[in-house]
């Protein structure tokens, strides 16, 4: 689909949306478990990159609901988010072989001489 790499943020949330459809808060707090709690979404980012989502038909609304008084969206992947999310699994896990690949030849050499 495209041979550029997303944005951590982006990626984040296509992955937060692969197993089930969630809503703002929902995803906010899978980001978290995803990263370990190395990424934390405000916001602002998650609903500024689910807009830019939606508009590139990568995830859609699910549901909408008032609670509370406020309108809660429930965003889900559509067929093509999850082409575009398995696509950058491979190229991060073709990245990673790379790296590892080259890890073991550096630490075969004598003393970790550079060639």
């Known amino acids: 689909m495209t041979d550029r790499q997303l944005q951590e943020p982006t990626r984040l949330v296509l992955t937060a949306l692969a197993d089930a459809p969630r809503h703002g808060y929902a995803i906010i707090q899978e980001v978290l478990a995803i990263s370990g ?5 405000s916001t602002g980012t998650l609903y500024t990159a689910l807009d830019r989502l939606l ?11 008032v609670v509370s008084g406020r ?7 559509t067929d093509q988010g999850q082409d575009v ?3 950058e699994a491979g ?8 790296a590892e690949r080259r890890l073991a030849a550096f630490r075969l050499r004598p003393n970790g001489a550079t060639a």
């Not at 709690?37 to 979404?41: A, E, T, V």
């Not at 309108?71 to 992947?77: I, P, S």
């Not at 991060?92 to 790379?98: G, Q």
């Open 37 to 41: 709690g190395h990424s934390r979404l």
């Open 55 to 65: 508009q590139q038909g990568l995830v859609r609304i699910e549901s909408e609901q």
């Open 71 to 77: 309108l809660r969206r429930t965003f889900a992947l």
């Open 85 to 87: 999310l398995a696509e």
């Open 91 to 98: 190229r991060l896990r073709a990245a990673a072989a790379e």
